[in-house]
């Protein structure tokens, strides 16, 4: 992956050039998927680079209210968590696949929950803060935002009723 591939999504998507840049994350995307290096083994044709990119571009284009371009991007996302948190992916080594690829995935499905108005978005969100995400690409994924994002979705009420549930032991954990 070439510098210019990350850099020039970045600087487009600020100002006026926001669509052109939603664009080059797309042309990025496709680009990454072609070189196809260090495949993970539960996810066959993915590495850390590719998924880390697939997320950022999914969470740039939900901030521009524009998930109706990468489609495909947010059907394939979901499926991809279980097999990243499994028993034989924990035993990939970190320098392959660390706990911040597997939090900006959380990340990444985080912002699409919330982007349809599901609360267990900010708890997603707040997940994948607790492991880290990845924060390369700035200012995509500046963690303040994702903040206010997930502090939006649960109000007052739901807020007291989430405690009162952990405090009867109703909820896990």
């Not at 680079?49 to 371009?69: F, K, M, P, S, Y």
């Not at 900006?104 to 880290?132: F, H, I, K, N, P």
Request: neutral net charge; proline residues 8%; contains cysteine.
């Amino acid at each position: 992956m070439t510098v210019e591939l990350t850099l020039l999504p970045r600087v487009a998507c600020r100002g006026r050039a926001g669509q052109e840049g939603l664009a080059l994350w797309r042309q990025a995307v496709a680009r990454q998927r072609d070189s196809g290096v260090l495949p993970l083994p539960d996810a066959p044709g993915l590495d850390a680079w590719t998924l880390e990119l697939l997320c950022v571009t999914v969470i740039a284009h939900a901030q521009r209210g524009r998930l109706d371009l990468v489609a495909d991007l947010v059907t394939e996302l979901p499926p991809l968590a279980p097999p990243l948190f499994s028993e034989s992916a924990a035993k990939v080594p970190a320098y392959l696949i660390g706990m911040a690829v597997r939090g900006t995935l959380l990340l990444a499905l985080g912002v699409l929950a919330l982007d349809r108005g599901d609360r267990t978005g900010a708890r997603l969100v707040a997940l994948a803060e607790r492991l880290g995400f990845l924060r390369n690409f700035q200012p995509t994924m500046t963690p303040a935002g994702f903040r206010a994002a997930a502090e939006k979705a649960d109000g007052p009420d739901e807020l007291r009723l989430a405690a009162l549930d952990l405090l009867s032991g109703s909820a896990p954990g």
